[in-house]
């Protein structure tokens, strides 16, 4: 594997590799499953992850996942789905965060963001998505300087975020790959704090696939990185959902899990004994618990891998969506984080190994989405 990362470092525009902070920028729905998974996380990893929560509603139990994050991470907050008024309240809040800054803010929506900037750590987060931001070089460069004209920023306080949006195949990792180049070789223009390059990797849904036995998708996401990260640019991802607005990995209410593994998700979505959804999940969660990619740690890997033992153990009563999405999401991080920092992670001799993986005994079961 590649290194990681290359510590950060302000250089002058216009040369030499990309600062990236060495963290993991995960992005992730401000919802009750991902906070909760953030609230469990591991003190160690704090300093190394930097969170950016998509918010698309400000109701109580989004409110009391923020005020409950562990002190000493520092999320950035993306409003630009609320409404002007209703993302006005995040920074009332009282809760240490970094706002997120899309280029086509409304200038009064670019002010609040500097108010926010200047309220805590005097850092804000620009947000590029490949996708909808596709002007040129010199069109992008007059797009962030209104961001730092409007905010009282300069490019030093600011964290690039290059968003690719979905990658879920081949042909949209051979399409995001010289995107991403153009946009990375424009970056160095500017001293920025730090960039970072971010992808979903699972499908908008996991509903057709199939059930009773782990399904194995590739994330695509982390190969589009690893092709990029010798330019120095900082990994970042969707978690266990996807880029499209609103989805999450239990697609059709079944038991599901989406579990990392070594460059790759295992999919389980379980029907059987029938019953309660509590005593499906609770023979899903026996499989996992046997199967190869099972982490040698196992409940001490993460929380998340602690409440899936709990259950294969004992069943420890009925589970939600949220809670699929928590302990998921809580394996996931501590995974990423791993993996970033070793270049042999746990599980495999490395992150794209060869061969044929298997499960009980039978080849896995590999399913790369139709576009």
């Known amino acids: 594997m590649v290194p990681a990362y290359v510590g950060r470092a302000v250089r002058p525009p216009g040369g030499g590799r990309l600062a990236a902070d060495p963290v993991y920028r995960p992005v992730l729905p401000g919802r009750r499953g991902e906070l909760e998974a953030l609230g469990h996380l591991d003190p160690a990893a704090l300093p190394l992850l930097a969170p950016i929560l998509v918010l698309s509603t400000m109701d109580g139990s989004v409110v009391d996942g923020l005020r409950r994050l562990p002190e000493g991470l520092l999320p950035a907050v993306d409003v630009s789905a609320l409404p002007e008024e209703t993302a006005a309240e995040v920074v009332r809040l009282g809760v240490p965060l970094v706002p997120v800054i899309g280029l086509a803010d409304a200038d009064r929506r670019m002010l609040a963001h500097g108010l926010a900037a200047r309220a805590y750590a005097r850092r804000a987060v620009v947000r590029l998505r490949t996708g909808q931001d596709r002007a040129g070089p010199d069109a992008t460069t007059a797009a962030v300087e209104r961001v730092w004209r409007f905010t009282g ?187 970033l920092a070793d270049p042999a992670p746990e599980g495999g001799p490395g992150p794209w190994r060869t061969g044929r993986d298997t499960e009980r005994g039978r080849p896995a079961r590999r399913i790369t989405p139709a576009r």
Request: net charge positive; hydrophobic share 40%; charged share 25%.
């Open 153 to 339: 920023l300069v490019p030093e306080q600011c964290d690039l975020l290059i968003d690719a949006g979905d990658v879920c195949c081949p042909a949209d990792v051979r399409q995001a790959e010289p995107r991403a180049r153009r946009l990375l070789d424009w970056a160095r223009r500017h001293a920025w704090r730090s960039v970072t390059l971010a992808a979903g990797g699972l499908p908008p849904s996991l509903a057709r696939l199939p059930t009773d036995e782990p399904v194995r998708l590739p994330r695509w996401d982390w190969l589009l990185w690893q092709r990029l990260a010798e330019l120095g640019v900082g990994y970042g991802d969707y978690g266990v959902g996807c880029a499209a607005p609103g989805s999450a990995p239990a697609g059709d209410r079944l038991p599901t899990v989406a579990y990392t593994g070594d460059a790759e998700w295992w999919v389980y979505r379980w029907s059987r004994r029938g019953g309660r959804g509590d005593e499906r999940f609770a023979d899903l969660c026996r499989e996992l618990v046997a199967a190869p990619h099972w982490p040698a740690a196992g409940a001490a890997f993460s929380w998340g891998d602690h409440e899936l033992l709990r259950r294969a153990r004992r069943g420890a009563g009925a589970s939600s969506a949220a809670n699929w999405i928590a302990w998921s999401t809580s394996h996931h991080l501590a995974y990423v984080l791993r993996a």
